[in-house]
């Protein structure tokens, strides 16, 4: 590899790599990887964390470089393709990830609350994005990518992006930022009580 894709850490190299052998390209942008393991990172004790949408697993490996050796965090990861969700499975994951294969939208009411979520699906960004917030507990950070509707050509896929984007910054419950970064990001994070 050249380029930027020289430091990316072990577990996101062979993830990497898994999605190109599959032709796969949808998988988290290395930017808005380091800025989730950066919020991985500040996962309190005992803290969990989901990402919606687990592709190949690059998100996931994101994850579990921000947490290092920490085995005190839950990480759940959800994807709706059987077979993606299977390639994904064949990486080397520590004991403290879950992958389940799943709609967002029907596992997620069943998954509790998370100190960090990362929705890059469709299932939970596009549609459920309520119940996406409603599982983040106060404190908590919400990571939504692909939020720079100029850079799509599918005029539906600009229309939603902006849907989201509206819900996010409006909702008094949330504090919220829009980033020029990566595929275009917001972060969110849920107002205490």
């Known amino acids: 590899m050249t380029g930027p894709d020289l430091d990316l850490p072990e577990q996101v190299r062979l993830a990497t790599e898994r999605a190109a052998a599959a032709g796969f390209t949808m998988s988290c942008d290395p930017n808005t990887g380091r800025l989730l393991a950066v919020l991985a990172a500040a996962v309190p004790p005992g803290g969990r964390a989901l990402e919606l949408g687990t592709g190949m697993g690059v998100g996931t490996a994101w994850i579990t470089h921000g947490l290092q ?44 609350t998370f100190n960090l979520i990362f929705a890059d699906a469709e299932g939970g960004k596009w549609e459920g994005l309520g119940t996406t917030i409603a599982a983040l507990r106060p404190g908590g950070h919400l990571l939504v990518d692909d939020m720079a509707p100029e850079l799509f050509a599918d ?14 910054l409006s909702r008094p419950d949330l504090i919220s930022v829009e980033m020029a970064w990566s595929s275009g990001l917001i972060l969110s994070t849920k107002r205490s009580a």
């Open 69 to 112: 050796e920490r085995n005190d965090v839950d990480v759940i990861t959800v994807e709706r393709d059987a077979v993606t969700a299977q390639q994904a499975a064949a990486g080397d994951w520590p004991t403290w990830v879950r992958l389940i294969n799943g709609d967002a939208l029907d596992v997620l009411p069943r998954l509790g």
């Open 155 to 168: 005029a539906n896929y600009a229309h939603k992006t902006w849907q989201v984007r509206s819900r996010l």
